[in-house]
């Protein structure tokens, strides 16, 4: 074990000589810190914005004047998507999706004024996270740094000799494993302590923020692997380079976007404008309220009657037009409802497809692990989707039923005179509050990506005791 | 010519070389062929759109020519507007990917319809594209890198540098010739099966100049920057770094920092500002008198001044009064959110000024027309087209005219824009002065390192 330890303590020495790669290292630890500090400033800042205007469109909601209910069906309310506090770790998906949801009757609209349509392209470069420091410059700084761990000392003929000495290929491959693994702790060490504040702040769970670090952990655990693998195989030191540059490209770069093109096509979703007109279409087919003769609302009518046991509309306990609200809303719910969750299954299926391609480049696992931890996929979007609809249906259905209930009949059908009823109903309704995924399924959902993560380690780890193994082994005899 | 024999026999020899311009070939080819899919479907989208939509309107049209109600027809007919791809979209697909293809809007407040978004996947969004811009901006620095970076110091490796060192001017002719040879070639990578896409697609010729100018302007950079590192008198390991080093500080870090900036110094909530805004006042007017209503937009629009006087039940021209008020009153906030946009995307191209890699996106997108001032030139055109809309109902609601069948005939029809591509020249000059300087720098340090 000392010789172990000895071999990595001499890679450190040398490393510390050299100059360029400790600018390298210095340089990476400052962005990875400042990236921590903005995206933590940048999350602040989002929050708060959208916590305020929660609040104004809440107190605006409350103080609308007496009115008739209906009004308030179309007046809507606004909610707004809160962001998770690791959003500041790993923005995911944050900036691709609409915050500002508005929700009225008889439809269901689209978040929208997300950063994606309100920045230029430069927002295609990448945000600047940790989680995009780690994700892309660390193991590139790995590969700059520890390319020739094992060539440059074949190359100078030192490794001949070591291994003449006594020293087993295991130990030597061990040594250097554990001085590049030294560097990385280096490079996750900012990030680290980016999670701890997070968590001490009390807004992260530590489970969360812990399994965050873990998995960035094997990520460069597995680069390191990697590049003391390469460099072990191949002869030279310029080799070793250009050929982990190359992997490093095709990894990192070329085939997440290849991923994203053969899931887009793979799955094509249907635009807006279709699901619009389709939903207005079988809406007409299913019938129409304002129409007397309308099968359909004649047979709904009859049922109200019976279940009142009245014969004329006029005679019920209730307001017929605040039923034949509820009504209404609750036919087109349900089909908004059908086609917003075929819409995301096709976009689940579609993610499905670029988390398939995890097997071919890993990077595709770490950031689905990073962004389900983060609260940040396509999954807790859709939650927020999903609870708004769910908040829209409940309200409007609620201020259907006030219709109903405290407006009569024959009040409600006078045109010359909108019935009012007191604002102080709208002040009843509860406030909208977004529930985010509980902690267990947030890590039950990420655990497949770690589950590929993990088989990429045991898998690279194979090949280098294998591969590498073999070719220190035949330098020595 | 006989060296260029010799040094085409050189790279052919090269398994580095011949492999790195074919996959380069390759990728570029895949990836226009992949835009071109893309940009197919979107207009099969468009097609497949029309008849749906005429049959939506053909619906209306029956349940409501029966009143002959002018108000329940601008009411429920929907208009579709469409934003088909540019023939040179499928280069650069920009925002195309997260922006409505088409929208569909009403004779209602055009402040609540005009930000309505498009489903789409945000994961894959993030990903972002495959495409001929993504190749060119990305991946062509990186095989320039692999292709230059040890033009010399190769040569030093194998023992033969003194040997050419001893011959007066050979060594600089050698770089010169065996450098412009491989930039060359990976030129012809990029730029045949441009243009072939190009030409088939019909972009048109300002287009396709246009995009070779940006790819061999970007090039001839990394050229340069290649050609300097090359003549440091550094072992190639440490050239190959520098240079990576480079690669990520020009496309990743920069970047990602600027638009950080960008971002915070222009904030554009004026966008939420104005929804929030536009619907208070829009839903203020039911409780506010009504003639008081119309006096207000009488001030602006005193051509309906002179027409009856609201009856005591509800009337549709106050309806279509109080919605257009409603868009006229976040007027400045609309200016105000349009500016900021437009701010971010000004800001990005003095970036580009700085960073060629910036300013090769810029170009590209702003050629294929699918950056930010193309989403907000169909804006615009959407707000000129609702104005139409809004002009074709009023005389009947105002003036009480029947609507009938045939004045759904006459209803106005969305003409999508013909941009003609733009080369932004602002842009162009200064990537090209990167270019020439950096390439210029690049020979001169070449020649120097032969002289010590």
């Not at chain 1, 109903?404 to 059908?413: F, K």
Request: aromatic letters at 10%; glycine letters at 8%.
């Amino acid at each position: 074990m000392s010789t172990v330890f000895r071999i990595a303590q001499e890679e450190w020495r040398l490393l510390r000589r050299r100059r360029v790669a400790m600018l390298g290292l210095l340089l990476l630890t400052v962005l990875s810190l400042s990236a921590a500090l903005t995206a933590w400033q940048q999350r602040q800042a989002v929050a708060a914005d959208r916590a305020r205007y929660q609040a104004q469109v809440n107190q605006e909601f409350d103080a609308q004047p007496d009115r008739h209910p209906h009004r308030m069906v179309h007046y809507g309310t606004f909610v707004f998507r809160p962001l998770n506090a690791l959003a500041a770790f790993d923005a995911g998906i944050d900036a691709y999706t609409g915050h500002t949801l508005f929700l009225e009757g008889h439809r269901q609209n689209s978040a929208n004024f997300g950063d994606v349509r309100q920045s230029s392209l430069l927002l295609r470069f990448g945000q600047l996270t940790p989680a995009l420091v780690l994700q892309l410059l660390a193991p590139l700084l790995l590969v700059f740094i520890g390319h020739g761990v094992v060539a440059g000392e074949r190359e100078s003929g030192t490794l001949r000799l070591l291994l003449t000495q006594g020293v087993g290929p295991g130990q030597f491959l061990l040594g250097k494993l554990l001085a590049l693994s030294g560097v990385a702790a280096l490079l996750l060490l900012p990030a680290a302590l980016a999670l701890l504040a997070l968590s001490l702040s009390a807004k992260a769970p530590p489970l969360a923020a812990a399994a965050l670090l873990a998995a960035y952990a094997a990520w460069l655990l597995l680069w390191v692997m990697i590049v003391v693998g390469v460099s072990a195989v191949l002869k030279r030191r310029r080799d070793a380079l250009l050929g982990l540059l190359a992997l490093w490209t095709v990894l990192l770069v070329l085939l997440p976007r290849l991923a994203a093109d053969a899931a887009t096509t793979a799955r094509a979703l249907p635009t807006r404008f279709e699901t619009d007109i389709d939903v207005a279409r079988d809406l007409t087919a299913m019938g129409d309220s304002h129409n007397p003769d309308d099968p359909y609302f004649a047979g709904f009518r009859r049922q109200v009657l019976a279940q009142y046991g009245v014969s004329k509309l006029e005679d019920l306990p209730v307001n017929y037009k605040g039923l034949l609200g509820i009504e209404g809303e609750r036919m087109t719910s349900e089909l908004f409802d059908r086609y917003a969750d075929a819409s995301f299954e096709r976009q689940q299926a579609q993610s499905r497809w670029m988390d398939a391609f995890g097997l071919l480049s890993p990077v595709l696992a770490l950031r689905r692990l990073s962004m389900t931890v983060a609260g940040a996929d396509l999954d807790s979007y859709r939650r927020f989707l999903v609870q708004g609809e769910r908040y829209r249906y409940t309200l409007i259905q609620s201020l259907n039923r006030l219709q109903a209930v405290q407006i009569g009949y024959a009040e409600d059908r006078n045109p010359n005179r909108q019935a009012r009823i007191a604002h102080s109903h709208w002040h009843d309704q509860p406030d909208f509050i977004y529930e985010p995924r509980p902690l267990g399924q947030t890590l039950r959902s990420a655990a497949p990506a770690a589950g590929v993560l993990v088989a990429w380690l045991v898998a690279i780890m194979a090949a280098l005791m294998l591969a590498a193994g073999r070719r220190l082994g035949r330098v020595g005899r | 010519m006989s060296w260029l024999v010799h040094e085409l026999r050189l790279i052919a020899r090269s398994r580095l070389c011949v492999a790195a311009l074919l996959i380069l070939g390759l990728l570029a080819t895949v990836a226009l062929v992949s835009g071109a899919r893309e940009v197919s479907r979107q207009r099969e989208t468009l097609t497949h759109l029309a008849p749906l939509h005429e049959s939506d309107v053909a619906a209306v049209k029956q349940k409501r020519s029966k009143d002959g109600d002018a108000g329940y027809a601008a009411y429920y007919t929907f208009y579709d507007t469409f934003d088909p791809p540019s023939a040179a979209a499928f280069v650069a697909l920009g925002l195309r990917d997260v922006a409505p293809l088409a929208l569909r809007i009403r004779a209602l407040g055009l402040q609540a319809q005009l930000y309505e978004g498009e489903s789409f996947n945000p994961e894959l969004a993030l990903t972002g594209r495959f495409d001929f811009a993504f190749v060119l901006i990305y991946l062509a620095p990186l095989f320039i890198i692999a292709l230059l970076h040890d033009l010399v110091s190769g040569e030093r490796q194998s023992g033969r540098l003194r040997l050419l060192m001893a011959m007066p001017g050979a060594a600089t002719r050698l770089w010169v010739r065996r450098a412009g040879l491989r930039l060359g070639l990976v030129l012809a990578c990029l730029c045949m099966p441009l243009g072939l896409a190009m030409g088939v697609m019909g972009s048109g010729g300002l287009a396709l100049a246009g995009a070779l100018g940006v790819v061999l302007a970007y090039v001839a950079f990394w050229g340069g920057l290649c050609l300097l590192i090359a003549a440091c008198r550094w072992s190639s390991t440490t050239q190959a770094t520098a240079l990576m080093s480079g690669w990520v500080l020009l496309t990743l870090v920069l970047p990602t920092l600027a638009n950080l900036a960008i971002t915070k110094r222009i904030p554009v909530s004026q966008g939420v500002e104005l929804m929030l805004k536009q619907r208070q006042n829009v839903h203020a007017a039911w409780d506010e008198p009504r003639e008081a209503t119309m006096q207000r937009f009488f001030r602006s629009h005193p051509e309906w001044q002179g027409t009856a006087a609201l009856p005591v039940e509800f009337h549709w021209k106050w309806y279509y009064a109080f919605q257009q008020l409603g868009d006229e009153s976040v007027a400045a906030e609309v200016a105000a959110y349009r500016t900021g946009l437009l701010a971010r995307q000004r800001w990005t191209e003095r970036l580009g000024w700085l960073l060629p890699g910036v300013a090769a996106q810029a170009l590209l997108h702003r050629l294929a027309d699918t950056d930010l001032p193309a989403q907000l030139a169909y804006q615009r055109r959407i707000e000129a087209f609702h104005g139409d809309i809004r002009a074709f109902y009023y005389p009947y609601v105002f003036n009480e005219r029947t609507f009938g069948t045939e004045d759904f005939a006459r209803r106005p029809k969305y003409v999508a824009a013909e941009r003609p591509p733009q080369l932004a020249w602002p842009q162009l000059l200064p990537l090209a002065g990167w270019a020439l300087g950096v390439l210029g720098l690049g020979a001169w340090a070449l020649r120097r390192s032969r002289e010590d």
